[in-house]
T-cell receptor, first 118, second 114 residues
Framework: AQKITQTQPGMFVQEKEAVTLDCTYDTSDPSYGLFWYKQPSSGEMIFLIYQGSYDQQNATEGRYSLNFQKARKSANLVISASQLGDSAMYFCAMREAKTTDSWGKLQFGAGTQVVVTP | DAGVTQSPTHLIKTRGQHVTLRCSPISGHKSVSWYQQVLGQGPQFIFQYYEKEERGRGNFPDRFSARQFPNYSSELNVNALLLGDSALYLC?????????????FGPGTRLLVL
């Protein structure tokens, strides 16, 4: 079963506007972590932001914020003031903590392609 | 400081051959994980190593193997290559091994199997 669902295959956003990328997840583990990564066309996955399942506050890192709604099992990424360099594929990922052999395993969604236009 | 480095950047092999991919973690990082990313999909977890021991394994056949060296660098080996092994292979490193660790990725090795 799909653990991470990203329903938006692609989206266009104008420079300086905010954009929200959707992510829903499925787990029965009470302890888990949620991550967002950016992958430009060069291929490298760039870490953006992390949210732990027990964190009370939504995570923020510069222009990135994570809208964490635990009861709805959603972890949407908000990029404020989009820049041309934000054009890339964005992946949501989850790591469960129930067993030690899952500690290193990130489970990724299919990604959302973002194109920022001038 | 240098990030995660991987070599080679690109590789072309034919079916049935063997391939070795290499990864050097960020200085001070002791854990390395390997992922396979097929075109149009998210990465799939292959292995994690910490302190030279395998700590996690994904759903990949035994043709895939890996190891970690005393300097924390790692190799991923794939035997009897199939066309379906064509993918971007990503290496990620983290400081340690635990449920809170963040993984930092390298630029990947693009493997094409003909």
């Amino acid at each position: 079963a799909q653990k991470i669902t990203q329903t938006q295959p692609g989206m266009f956003v104008q420079e300086k506007e905010a954009v929200t990328l959707d992510c829903t997840y499925d787990t029965s583990d009470p302890s888990y972590g949620l991550f967002w990564y950016k992958q430009p066309s060069s291929g490298e996955m760039i870490f953006l932001i992390y949210q732990g399942s027990y964190d009370q506050q939504n995570a923020t890192e510069g222009r990135y914020s994570l809208n964490f709604q635990k009861a709805r099992k959603s972890a949407n990424l908000v990029i404020s003031a989009s820049q041309l360099g934000d054009s890339a594929m964005y992946f949501c990922a989850m790591r469960e903590a129930k067993t030690t052999d899952s500690w290193g395993k990130l489970q990724f969604g299919a990604g959302t392609q973002v194109v920022v236009t001038p | 400081d240098a990030g995660v480095t991987q070599s080679p950047t690109h590789l072309i092999k034919t079916r049935g051959q063997h391939v070795t991919l290499r990864c050097s973690p960020i200085s001070g990082h002791k854990s390395v994980s390997w992922y396979q990313q097929v075109l149009g999909q998210g990465p799939q977890f292959i292995f994690q190593y910490y302190e030279k021991e395998e700590r996690g394994r994904g759903n990949f056949p035994d043709r895939f193997s890996a190891r970690q060296f005393p300097n924390y660098s790692s190799e991923l080996n794939v035997n009897a290559l199939l066309l379906g092994d064509s993918a971007l292979y990503l290496c990620a490193s983290s400081l340690s091994w635990g449920p809170q660790e963040t993984q930092y990725f390298g630029p990947g090795t693009r493997l094409l199997v003909l």
